[in-house]
Antibody
Framework: QVQLQDSGPGLVKPSETLSLTCSVS????????WSWIRQPPEKGLEWIGH???????DYNPSLKSRVTISVDTSKNQFSLKLSSMTAADTAVYYC????????????WGQGILVTVSS | DIQMTQSPSSLSASVGDRVTITCRAS??????LNWYQQRPGKAPKLLIY???SLQSGVPSRFSGSGSGTDFTLTISSLQPEDFATYYC?????????FGQGTKLEIK
């Protein structure tokens, strides 16, 4: 059974860079797309971007200037960096797997609440 | 970006009811439409992919239909555990946008 575990700080100061990692267990990171999605409190879901195991990425244009997604196949992990954080970036951040490049997400991490505050 | 619009935004229904949620795309997305269920405090769960394919392990009372710009999610007989928020998502082109959600509440 594939499991995703996202980890990182729950509190980030304004203007700082958020760094989150998603560790994949029960399966290989190779052969799939790996995504980041976020959800502000009491709001809907926003697709941040995804990465193929080879390193090819796509980002949401609304965040593209601030986002970097990377993959480490040796550790079976992928990561999200989001720079210049503001209060508007406060959200639950989820990692997820796209099993077929069809864009649907079949396995999700439990989510991590990131609050931007000084 | 492709805009996804769900209706209704909220819905009250009773156990045993048949419920339909609609999702409309701002342009044709073929069958690249997915449905998720989210319970409070939990990650979304994939129900339907490619408009009408039932994800493994999901009860058969859930079904999806549509193509092009108009799609529906139907729950044939509501169960207590189905009261949650439902999201559609297009995966035709990036960014893979979501609808705003439909909150299904107990009447």
């Amino acid at each position: 059974q594939v499991q995703l575990q996202d980890s990182g700080p729950g509190l980030v100061k304004p203007s700082e860079t958020l760094s989150l990692t998603c560790s994949v267990s029960g399966g290989s990171i190779s052969g799939y797309y790996w995504s980041w999605i976020r959800q502000p409190p009491e709001k809907g879901l926003e697709w941040i971007g995804h990465i193929y195991h080879s390193g090819n990425t796509d980002y949401n244009p609304s965040l593209k200037s601030r986002v970097t997604i990377s993959v480490d196949t040796s550790k079976n992990q992928f990561s999200l960096k989001l720079s210049s954080m503001t209060a508007a970036d406060t959200a639950v951040y989820y990692c997820a797997r796209d099993p077929s490049a069809g864009g649907f997400l079949d396995y999700w991490g439990q989510g991590i609440l990131v609050t931007v505050s000084s | 970006d492709i805009q996804m619009t769900q209706s209704p935004s909220s819905l009250s229904a009773s156990v045993g009811d048949r419920v339909t949620i609609t999702c409309r795309a701002s342009q044709s997305i073929s069958s690249y439409l997915n449905w998720y269920q989210q319970r409070p405090g939990k990650a979304p769960k994939l129900l339907i992919y490619a408009a009408s394919s039932l994800q493994s392990g999901v009860p058969s009372r859930f079904s999806g239909s549509g193509s092009g710009t108009d799609f529906t999610l139907t729950i044939s007989s509501l169960q207590p555990e189905d009261f949650a928020t439902y999201y559609c998502q297009q995966s035709y082109s990036t960014p893979h946008t979501f609808g705003q959600g439909t909150k299904l509440e107990i009447k």
